[in-house]
């Protein structure tokens, strides 16, 4: 069974860090492009992040929004895609999710239609102050 868990979300202070982790199961993460997208009530799924194949050159693509703040990168040792998240601001308060793209990152990552429809129930980071 293919399937995809996100955790490390939780609550965090503006200006606050997270590190998100995107496990599999029933597939291999290396394989492909893994997308992390963010949903808040009432917006539309944006892309915050993408990482290539670790067959590829494993080049990373950010959202002009979290450039400087977040990383994404395979800890291979656990299998897993993570996203560390720093200075992280009122507004990004979302559910995020990780997701294999059709193919490597490229110009069009952070279209949400490129999932493989592979989701995972998402993790919910709440930012308070």
């Known amino acids: 069974q293919v399937q995809l868990v996100e955790s490390g979300g939780g609550l965090v202070q503006p200006w606050g860090s997270l590190r998100l982790s995107c496990a599999a199961s029933g597939f291999t993460l290396d394989f492909y492009a893994i997308g992390w997208f963010r949903q808040a009530p009432g917006k539309e799924r944006e892309g915050v992040s993408c990482i290539s194949s670790s067959s590829s050159d494993g080049r990373t693509y950010y959202a002009d929004s979290v450039k400087g703040r977040f990383t994404i990168a395979r800890d291979n040792a656990n299998l897993t895609v993570y996203r560390q998240m720093n200075k992280l601001k009122r507004e990004e308060p979302a559910v995020y999710y990780c997701?294999?793209?059709?193919?490597?990152?490229?110009?069009?990552?952070?279209?949400?239609?490129?999932?493989?429809?592979?989701w995972g129930q998402g993790t919910l980071v709440t930012v308070y102050s």
């Open positions: 997701t294999p793209l059709t193919w490597e990152c490229g110009s069009s990552w952070s279209d949400y239609h490129r999932s493989l429809e592979v």
